[in-house]
């Protein structure tokens, strides 16, 4: 009897996990902080375009190589007569744009739009010689494959956002009562996102945001803007899993918090946040909030 009673613990009936007799474990986060990697291949949203006077020409080995990363070596289409010098420091991006045309969530492409260009981070370049009119620069740090066209911009120090220890996850936080926004995209287009990956929300700067601060990432379920794969009133009944007397909408049922994040980059509207920790998978849709 008491082994068929480990055996339908461990089975989980329903999605279940804890038996009666036993409590459920303190939900303890485990966090991912920012690296160097993470604050300079987090990409970023502007307003408006960058210039686009200063950028790869070519590189070396230009017969067969069309990419370029580290420790090679490329083109840039500025020298001596612009200011040049051996030393310069450069970083290196590319205006993106996700070639999936197919919204996840109602509405996603345009609000995408409205918060502004995104800018992946490809990298930073160190000039090793200069001529009157061209660079060489070598690729000293890589995010990605760099080739002909890629903006070329001066360095810019990025500062490491405050970072804390996340402790015991709260997840039913109470709501903070500051902006409420949602999840836009990520730095690679995935639509299931976690612990560790970098997103683009539309909270910026005109709703109060800065570097370094944290926002709060939960859903409420049977919402209609709902972006997990459900069945239509699932929040209340399922066809032979049982219902209520009663219709229970979004708004009737407690939010679920489903993680958190810092961030690393902010414009006018939209911010750059990486996600320090998630207890389940965060979709484009999922509210967030400042904390």
Request: some cysteine.
């Amino acid at each position: 009897m008491r082994a068929n009673l480990a055996a339908l613990c461990l089975a989980g009936l329903a999605g279940a996990s804890v038996c009666h007799g036993q409590s459920a474990p303190a939900t303890t986060a485990t966090t991912a902080q920012p690296g160097y990697s993470t604050m300079y291949c987090s990409g970023f949203m502007k307003d408006t375009k960058l210039p686009r006077d200063l950028y790869i020409i070519s590189g070396e080995q230009p017969g067969y190589r069309i990419l370029f990363a580290q420790r090679e070596n490329v083109y840039i289409n500025r020298g001596s007569e612009n200011g040049v010098r051996i030393g310069d420091r450069f970083m290196v991006v590319r205006e993106e744009e996700d070639a999936n045309r197919v919204d996840w969530f109602k509405g996603q492409s345009k609000i995408a739009k409205a918060m502004g260009i995104l800018y992946a981070d490809l990298g930073h370049l160190r000039v090793i010689d200069v001529q009157p009119k061209t660079s060489v620069a070598e690729v000293v740090f890589s995010c990605g494959y760099m080739q002909r066209g890629d903006i070329v911009r001066p360095f810019e120090e990025r500062a490491a956002p405050p970072y804390k220890e996340i402790g015991t996850f709260d997840h039913f936080a109470p709501v903070s009562g500051k902006p409420v926004g949602m999840v836009v995209s990520s730095s690679s287009f995935q639509q299931s996102q976690g612990q560790g990956i970098t997103t683009y929300v539309n909270l910026g700067a005109a709703q109060g945001v800065k570097v370094g601060d944290y926002m709060r990432i939960f859903r409420y379920q049977g919402k209609e803007i709902e972006t997990v794969a459900q069945s239509k009133g699932y929040a209340y009944q399922i066809y032979g899993f049982g219902s209520t007397p009663v219709r229970y909408e979004w708004k009737d049922l407690p939010r679920e918090v489903v993680g958190e994040g810092i961030v690393l980059n902010a414009s006018r509207n939209a911010a750059t946040v990486f996600i320090t920790y998630s207890s389940s998978e965060i979709f484009p849709g999922d509210n967030v909030e400042i904390e």
